[in-house]
């Protein structure tokens, strides 16, 4: 098989349903043991499904959907091209995933809407846009903070971001860095939206954002 070819049947596997799954399964920080437990799947049935050598049935993606606190939807994303790299690797506009779906919060709760902007939550980092609410600061004022690291930069309007006890406030055109484990927020005090452009390492997206300080990891090694 050619390198070509290669890279092709690579980039086709990142399409499958198992792929989606496994890629949630590690960003919920779940082993397949755990994921297995929690949706009464049986182990060596996951494993064949996040390999793509068994599908699963709408009562098997219904119960690990469940599990992982997300829609089945969420593991058929749209994507369009004419080839498996295009598909895989490139984010239409008019295709990008709504990531409140994954928090279980919507835009009245938390004041703002994530995108993925990354092809996938699969690799070391994710990238995303948030879009603030004007006013946004009537939402849930609680401080986040979880493991990692965080980049964004400001690509419209104005926040007041917070990091510990020093608050902020950032323009169209500035960027920040910080160590995610100190607490951080950003809110909205204009009369306009806000859009900010964010890059997160490691991959983890807690069921609830706004209880997304507690150290949880999973301490069993995955199983590859």
Request: contains cysteine; aromatic residues 6%.
């Amino acid at each position: 098989m050619d390198k070509t070819a290669v890279i092709h049947n690579m980039a086709k596997s990142l399409l499958s349903v198992g792929s989606e799954i496994r890629q949630l399964r590690k960003a919920r920080q779940m082993t397949l043991k755990s994921l297995s437990e929690a949706s009464g799947v049986s182990l060596s049935h996951l494993s064949a499904i996040e390999r793509g050598t068994a599908q699963p049935s709408m009562d098997v993606l219904n119960s690990v959907a469940t599990a992982l606190s997300v829609t089945p939807d969420w593991f058929f994303a749209r994507r369009s091209g004419d080839g498996p790299i295009e598909q895989a690797c490139v984010v239409r506009a008019q295709n990008r995933r709504n990531l409140n779906s994954l928090y279980q919060q919507s835009v009245r709760e938390l004041g703002y809407t994530d995108a993925l902007l990354s092809s996938s939550i699969g690799g070391d980092f994710y990238m995303g846009m948030t879009v603030y609410e004007p006013y946004s600061d009537q939402y849930e004022d609680t401080l986040l903070k979880h493991i990692g690291e965080v980049h964004a930069f400001m690509i419209e309007g104005e926040l007041q971001v917070q990091i510990a006890d020093e608050v902020i406030t950032l323009h169209e055109g500035d960027s920040y860095s910080c160590d995610a484990e100190i607490p951080h927020r950003a809110i909205n005090l204009s009369d306009k939206p806000a859009r900010l452009i964010w890059a997160i390492s490691p991959v983890v997206i807690p069921k609830d954002v706004l209880d997304s300080d507690d150290d949880t990891s999973a301490t069993e090694k995955d199983e590859k």
